[in-house]
């Protein structure tokens, strides 16, 4: 199977989602629910990584390139995430959620990845992706929606007594106003670092915290004990006018690197995106709107699909840049046009 038949694919299934060449923001503009953004964000994520191009420099000795990555004491094949969807009702009439995750969860096992899933409003939705999580023998992060402290705390319990990987809770969701029109259950809300302190407090598994997007934010996440924080705007779903990701990374990295984790995401579609992010000072990425195209386009073997491409692009831009392993990649392979 290839990418492209895996799109064509995806466009007799998909709703709400064209599953576009370039996946941008702009055929699926606002739409929410589905996919979209609010006030046209996701292209702005899109559209940063674009303003950044790879330097190159080929003078290095002529040897394989390594992609690994560590992380929490545990290798991977690529710096990546998985971006959690809580509801695939955004992208079609009947709640697949469960099967989605099943799908991404077992690609993720079997091409060295991390795969996060959403807590999502179905209650089959978490027992589904743990029972999958333990089936596949992923590495997986439950992302938990910022709703009453009382009841992140139960869904951590449950967490706790499984393999899960670390768990993160999203802290921006508390800008979903759409979550009203699905749901008549108590909503996603603000938190502060003494929640946030309490959450940590409850695992031994690593502690993320994903919605950060500014220096201050992250210094929080910080105080709060997280091992590791998403540099995040929901993929332009919760704040019209919030800055592109690309564009707020390098504060972040020069206010908490070395104290905790960055992943980012936003946007970042390809193995050259993934190489710009780390070039940039992140540790790894997080992609979520193409791994959605790639499962309606071939279930398991349509994302794996898509990690294949994501792998050889990585690869491709890493010999082409001088780097051999991801500690080699550098600001200066990089440059950002104005
Ligand atoms: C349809 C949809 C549903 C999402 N649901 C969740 C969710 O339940 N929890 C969460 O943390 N992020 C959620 N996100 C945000 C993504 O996980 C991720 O942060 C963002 O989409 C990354 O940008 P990208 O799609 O441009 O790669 C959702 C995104 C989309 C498009």
């Known amino acids: 199977m290839t990418y492209?038949?895996?799109l064509e694919n995806a466009r007799k299934t998909i709703k709400n989602c064209k599953a576009c060449p370039e996946c941008n923001g702009l055929a699926c503009g606002a739409t929410m629910p589905g996919p979209g953004s609010k006030g046209g964000n996701a292209h702005e994520n899109w559209k940063a990584w674009r303003r950044i191009k790879l330097e190159i420099d080929t003078f290095a000795p002529?040897?394989?390139?390594?992609?690994?990555?560590?992380?929490?004491g545990r290798d991977f094949s690529l710096p990546l995430l998985t971006g959690p969807i809580g509801t695939m009702l955004q992208y079609s009439d009947t709640d697949v959620t469960v099967d989605f995750n099943d799908g991404v969860i077992r690609a993720a096992a079997e091409s060295g990845v991390i795969a996060c899933f959403g807590d999502g409003l179905a209650p089959q939705t978490v027992p589904g992706a743990l029972a999958s999580m333990e089936r596949h023998g992923a590495a997986v992060i439950p992302v938990l929606n910022p709703l009453p402290n009382a009841h992140i705390l139960g869904e951590m319990e449950r967490i706790e007594k499984t393999s899960a990987f670390a768990v993160a809770v999203v802290v921006d969701s508390a800008g979903l106003g759409h979550w009203k029109h699905i749901s008549k259950d108590e909503g996603p809300g603000s938190k502060t670092v003494e929640d946030l302190q309490l959450f940590k407090a409850a695992t031994a598994k690593p502690f993320v915290v994903k919605g950060i997007m500014t220096a201050r934010a992250a210094e929080k996440a910080v105080r709060a004990g997280a091992d590791a924080i998403i540099v995040s705007n929901h993929g332009g779903r919760v704040l019209a006018d919030a800055p592109a990701t690309a564009d707020v990374l390098p504060e972040i990295v020069g206010a908490v690197k070395g104290q905790t984790k960055i992943i980012v995401d936003g946007g970042i579609r390809s193995g050259g995106d993934m190489f710009k992010a780390l070039a940039l000072g992140a540790d790894a990425v997080l992609i979520c709107r193409p791994i959605a195209v790639s499962w309606f386009g071939g279930g398991s073997e349509g994302v794996r699909c898509?990690?294949?491409?994501?792998?050889a692009e990585f690869a491709e831009a890493m010999y082409m840049c001088g780097a051999r392993k991801l500690c080699d990649i550098s600001a200066d392979m990089i440059r950002i046009q104005k």
């Open 62 to 72: 002529n040897t394989a390139v390594d992609t690994s990555m560590t992380l929490f």
């Open 306 to 311: 898509y990690f294949d491409k994501l792998q």
């Open 4 to 6: 492209q038949e895996v």
